[in-house]
């Protein structure tokens, strides 16, 4: 059938026939990824209208309002980007959701510099519609964090050694340094890729050529360079972020082998149906995979050693240290695995499949954004989310009129609950920076006097005990605070949702008048509009 198909197409196939003979002429595979990151970015704006962005997105932007080469949770790659494009596109939700597909099309068109290092043609496409049904590009990739900017790193770091390798070229080498180093400032994690390299390079059979020449040895140099102001501040602030890392090592051997167990298997269930659409492409052809694998390129067998580092060093480290393992780490990964199965066989793939895979991935898309965003936005609206995404803007807005009315004056700085900051810090119109390193909010108390001195708000979700306990801690260290609530209610297209309490605790600024309803400081309280 699909080779009656392809000598006869159907009318309705010959459109994307024409579109699959233009993959080597150059325009092909960017049509597909501008398409995905469209239609992607326009379920997320269908899917949360009044959901607001996730708090991982909004922890992006607010690192990066303030350049460093290290943040006291994460490494910098994340608030980098992110205050780069909201320094060219508005503070707005679809701005930072458009900058999250855009993430995720840069790297699938980085996966496609590989695989053209290994086929031409269809093939190519074959590689990005697999992907494109796995969850990696499209939900993971959403919650713009220092796990989903690693989706575009990955691929741009092994593209850049396989050149290194084959080549041995200095600017190669150079080009592999820079980009193992941009990984790293993504997030430790990539220091299983940086080991799979040196691993894949050593188990080659070409590895005498290549440590032989200065390639490798020009990217550690580079890559040491272009790390060492990160190295710097870790050495000068005390290492926080390996601080927050080793937080996840703790486990004992059962808990380990249970981590690596569900890594395994999370990653497995990642790829299953990518997985199974394969089988059914290759059918009985399966059968030639030993020969495929016994024949593979010199360049893929240099990949499938990468890809074999990715999966057992975690692995390891999980079950010797004790480490969470949790399979979101690695979904930037999968596009290894996607490369060696197609690109890894010996016999042509018709392109009757590659037009039947575009078709389910088109259809998976706008079924996506026509039926489940819809269904998605209408149930958050009455359920809400665990994190309360759907009251950050008006809890946002709320918390300005009131420090407004009290003060005004814009309001400077804004703690409390991490989210809740970070969401006010966005959607007020003041924009107030962030006035606590994240991780000691709660065990350091009073912000600086200088902060208090400017005028400082910190605002709670009711039923959030930490954050309450710790407001009244606060308050009865002295100092003017006026203690207020108000419930926000979500809505959507005019229709009203879910409603909460949030309990707000102001510091005014030094010389303002303490109004009448702030004499019994913490204790004043007062509803607002619903």
């Not at 290492?239 to 059962?254: D, K, R």
């Amino acid at each position: 059938m699909a080779e009656r198909s392809d000598r006869a197409p159907a009318p309705w196939r010959r459109p994307f026939l024409r579109w699959l003979d233009a993959v080597e002429a150059g325009w092909a595979v960017p049509l597909l990824i501008a398409c995905f990151v469209v239609v992607w970015t326009l379920y997320l704006a269908i899917a949360y209208p009044g959901g607001g962005l996730h708090p991982d997105t909004l922890e992006a932007w607010t690192l990066g309002r303030n350049f460093a080469f290290g943040y006291h949770k994460h490494p910098p790659l994340m608030g980098w980007v992110t205050a780069a494009w909201t320094s060219v596109f508005p503070l707005s939700d679809w701005s930072l959701q458009l900058m999250a597909m855009a993430n995720a099309g840069l790297a699938l068109f980085f996966v496609d510099l590989i695989s053209r290092q290994f086929v031409t043609g269809h093939k190519r496409i074959l590689v990005l519609l697999l992907l494109m049904l796995t969850p990696a590009y499209q939900f993971h990739a959403q919650r713009f964090n220092a796990n989903s900017v690693l989706l575009a790193t990955w691929p741009l770091a092994t593209w850049c050694f396989l050149r290194a390798f084959e080549t041995r070229a200095w600017p190669w080498a150079i080009a592999a340094g820079c980009t193992t180093a941009l990984a790293m400032v993504g997030k430790y994690y990539s220091i299983f890729l940086v080991v799979s390299f040196a691993f894949a390079a050593l188990a080659h059979p070409a590895r005498r050529a290549y440590f032989s020449s200065a390639s490798p040895w020009i990217s550690v140099v580079v890559g040491l360079a272009a790390l060492s102001p990160h190295l710097y501040w870790l050495a000068t602030t005390g290492a926080s972020t390996f601080t927050y890392a080793l937080a996840h090592a703790n486990g004992s051997v059962s808990s380990s082998l249970g981590e690596a167990r569900n890594f395994v298997l999370g990653l497995a269930a990642a790829m299953s149906l990518s997985a199974l659409l394969w089988v059914l492409i290759a059918g009985t052809r399966l059968k030639q995979f030993p020969a495929d694998f016994a024949a593979m390129s010199p360049g893929l067998r240099l990949l499938f050693y990468v890809t074999i580092g990715t999966i057992v060093l975690p692995v390891l480290t999980s079950l010797v240290w004790g480490t969470d393992l949790p399979s979101l780490w690695a979904l930037q990964g999968l596009f290894l695995f996607a490369v060696l199965v197609v690109c890894g066989t010996s016999y042509p793939i018709e392109r009757f499949h590659t037009v039947n895979l575009t078709v389910i991935v088109a259809g998976a898309a706008l079924a996506a954004v026509l039926i489940a965003a819809p269904i998605h936005a209408i149930y958050r609206n009455k359920h809400g989310y665990e994190e309360g995404r759907n009251f950050y803007a008006q809890a946002a807005g709320e918390l300005t009129r009131e420090w407004r009315e009290q003060t005004g004056e814009p309001l400077s700085a804004v703690s409390g609950d991490d989210a809740l900051a970070f969401a006010t810090a966005f959607y007020s119109p003041d924009h107030p920076h962030y006035a606590r390193p994240f991780e000691y909010q709660y065990t350091w108390g009073l912000p600086h006097q200088t902060t208090l001195d400017r005028g400082w708000a910190a605002l709670c979700f009711r039923g959030q005990e930490y954050c309450s306990r710790w407001m009244e801690w606060v308050s009865a260290r002295g100092g003017h605070f006026v203690r207020r609530e108000f419930t926000v209610r979500a809505s959507l297209w005019g229709q009203p949702g879910l409603s909460r309490d949030v309990i707000v605790l102001m510091a005014l600024p030094q010389g303002s008048p303490v109004p009448a309803s702030a004499a019994d400081d913490f204790s004043a309280s007062r509803r607002g509009t619903e």
